[in-house]
């Protein structure tokens, strides 16, 4: 099986035109070079006929007996026989067929009542020879005047070279005016694809229909129509997704409190870890809704670049470290910034969700008196966020499986979900950033870092 | 002091105010912005917390015309959805402060607090934290009524965290706050002014340092 050729309209153009074009224009030198030799032909033998009649002007019915006087005078002779390019010979005979004046060698062609052209040979070369009957008095005379073919040779090889020369120049122009036609008509073609070509995977916006050939519209159309359709998909899912959280997170909450306040009632008496199990219960449970929650909401299939706008990311890194304050000072976890300004372009609550994630998961899984960092800044072309901890770290083949969702290292503290990774994995690709584990400084504990496109 | 809760779910507005009234406030609820208009209109209250979702105005309309009719009540709005364009259009239209469900009862308390404690120093310009009074008009510092002699940019330093109380303050702004008085303060010095703050505060105003971004008084609850 052979793959099939990669189609292309302007090679497809370019096949179907060139070579007909290509064709036709040698058909054109041919016929060119057919009439141009058969007017020349045509000239060079109504010169010939001409020398025949002015030979019949000079010859004289000497007497009755029939016998032909040629009354050509050397002078005429040498006049006849002038030509500097081809040799000329004539030949003048009577009827019963006897040389009067001439070349005995040049043979007559076999003459009906008009003149005749033929090809022929004498001394080695070709020549071209006409037969003129007359009669001189009564007598029918036959006069044959030949001439090598060196002039229309000559005369036909310089027609031919001009017509082949004038129709080449002809062909190339066309063939160059038909290739800069095809690349310059398939133009609007390409920029659609390299429109298309450049677009991010998520960008939904509609094409430009107005600068698109009529030929293409309707699958610029559709494409827009799709667009429209996942657009509305993507719509239609975050707004299912905020009504069940709504749904979800109301009596959560209804119930969180409710057991807030039993447990204060209860401290002391016997319902007391109950109640307090209860409490820790429902949290986890609320917080795997949430997360749940989000990692739906980050999910390619719900986010579209519509909302995407210039993020300040240091002070997102700021806000984050002020938002887990408090959880690190329970933890006895020492919690801090190193920020540069760094700007990318992204949904400020998709950020938001991924460096909550990053900074939880860090303060989870340090050990109290650890250390977690949070930065952003520029390195080169990347614009980054990054939550360095010095705690236990993550075992470089476990590094691509901790990004599974519901996946926890083996032994892992705490009672997460194993979808924190997973979500910070999502909205990093939602963002078209690179998401990189590595081990921290001096090869402890950890260092997350995401890689944006500077904004 | 009086909060007005608004909140249509019956299980959450139940915790809420047997919550807030376990801290000491009076409570009143209501089921909608209908009815918290109304109430609003004819008592006065300290703090109103309202839930975005209700049954028809929803809690951005009432606040929005909480703000258009003059009133400067704070506001705490709860919502379930943590969709930003709810959390910016809620600030916008003038809320305070702004917490997500499901929230920990005693966070929701704090905030309230905080809320209250704001507005009262910006109507009489006095500040208590804890054991630790602030007299934002004479410039005078008390703890357990007892006079503290701080220098003026002692007191701007700590003025400017109390009025931020529970917030990461930015050395920046701290700088700032002093640089009134002196063009040429190091970076250094807001680290000598707090210390000496601690010092002479004790534990009535733990401050504390948020390594690469500032400072924060915290809130001691009462």
């Given at each position: 099986m052979t793959r099939p050729a990669e189609s292309s309209v302007s090679r497809r153009l370019l096949r179907l035109l060139l070579l007909p074009l290509a064709l036709l224009l040698g058909i054109g030198v041919f016929f060119d070079y057919v009439s141009g030799s058969a007017t020349i032909r045509a000239a060079y033998d109504r010169a010939l006929h001409e020398m025949a009649l002015a030979v019949a002007a000079h010859l004289r019915d000497a007497d009755a007996d029939g016998r032909i006087d040629a009354d050509l005078p050397p002078q005429a002779v040498a006049v006849l026989r002038a030509d500097s390019v081809d040799s000329i010979y004539f030949a003048v005979r009577a009827g019963d067929g006897h040389l009067v004046s001439g070349d005995a060698d040049l043979q007559a062609l076999a003459a009906g009542n008009g003149s005749e052209f033929g090809d022929g040979h004498l001394h080695g070369e070709a020549i071209r020879l006409v037969t003129h009957p007359t009669m001189i008095g009564s007598t029918p005379v036959t006069i044959t005047i030949a001439e090598t073919t060196r002039k229309r040779t000559t005369a036909i090889r310089s027609i031919l070279a001009s017509v082949v020369l004038t129709d080449i120049v002809q062909l190339a122009g066309t063939l160059l005016l038909v290739w800069l036609g095809v690349r310059y008509g398939v133009r609007p073609l390409r920029a659609l694809g390299e429109q298309i070509e450049q677009r991010s995977a998520r960008d939904l916006a509609p094409l430009d229909r107005a600068q698109v050939p009529v030929e293409v519209r309707p699958l610029v159309h559709t494409l827009n129509a799709l667009f429209e359709t996942v657009r509305d998909s993507a719509r239609a899912q975050q707004q299912f997704l905020a009504d069940a959280a709504h749904q979800l997170r109301t009596p959560l909450t209804g119930i969180i409190a409710q057991l807030d306040l039993l447990a204060r009632e209860a401290s002391g008496n016997g319902f007391a870890p109950r109640v307090l199990a209860l409490h820790e219960g429902t949290r986890r449970l609320a917080h795997t809704a949430n997360q749940l929650l989000a990692l739906a909401r980050s999910e390619r299939s719900a986010t579209t670049h519509d909302d995407f706008a210039p993020v300040d990311l240091e002070a997102l890194a700021t806000d984050a470290v002020a938002q887990y304050l408090d959880r690190s000072l329970h933890a006895r976890i020492d919690l801090g910034a190193e920020t540069e300004p760094a700007r990318t372009l992204g949904s400020l609550w998709l950020l938001r969700e991924l460096l909550g994630n990053l900074v939880d998961n860090a303060l989870a899984y340090t050990p109290a008196g650890g250390r977690v960092t949070v930065r952003s800044g520029v390195a080169g072309a990347v614009a980054f966020l990054e939550v360095e901890d010095d705690g236990p770290g993550i075992p470089a083949d476990q590094r691509a499986h901790v990004r599974e969702r519901f996946r926890r290292l083996p032994g892992s503290p705490g009672n997460g979900c194993g979808l924190g990774l997973a979500i910070v994995d999502e909205i990093a690709h939602a963002h078209d950033a690179n998401f990189v584990i590595t081990d921290g400084n001096d090869g402890r504990g950890t260092r997350a870092r995401i890689e944006f496109r500077v904004a | 002091m009086r909060i007005l809760v608004v909140e249509d779910d019956a299980l959450v507005a139940d915790a809420i105010r047997r919550g807030l009234g376990e801290a000491g406030y009076a409570v009143d609820h209501v089921d909608s912005a209908e009815r918290a208009g109304t109430a609003l209109g004819a008592e006065s209250f300290d703090l109103a917390v309202v839930d975005i979702g209700l049954p028809g105005a929803d809690g951005l309309a009432l606040l929005q015309r909480m703000r258009r009719g003059g009133s400067a009540v704070p506001v705490l709005i709860l919502t379930a959805r943590d969709a930003l364009a709810d959390r910016v259009s809620a600030l916008d239209l003038g809320a305070d402060d702004y917490l997500v469900k499901p929230f920990a009862l005693p966070e929701l308390v704090a905030r309230s607090r905080a809320l209250i404690r704001r507005s009262r120093s910006a109507a009489s310009a006095e500040l208590v934290i804890g054991a630790l009074r602030l007299d934002l008009a004479a410039r005078r510092a008390e703890v357990d009524g007892t006079a503290v002699s701080l220098t003026r940019r002692e007191w701007a330093v700590l003025e400017c965290l109390a009025l931020n109380i529970g917030r990461v303050v930015a050395k920046d702004r701290l700088l700032q706050a002093i640089a009134n008085w002196d063009?040429?303060?190091?970076?250094n010095a807001i680290e000598v002014y707090v210390s000496r703050l601690r010092t002479k505060l004790g534990g009535a105003a733990p401050i504390r340092t948020v390594r690469g971004l500032g400072y924060r008084l915290d809130d001691a609850p009462g």
């Open positions: - | 063009e040429d303060i190091g970076a």
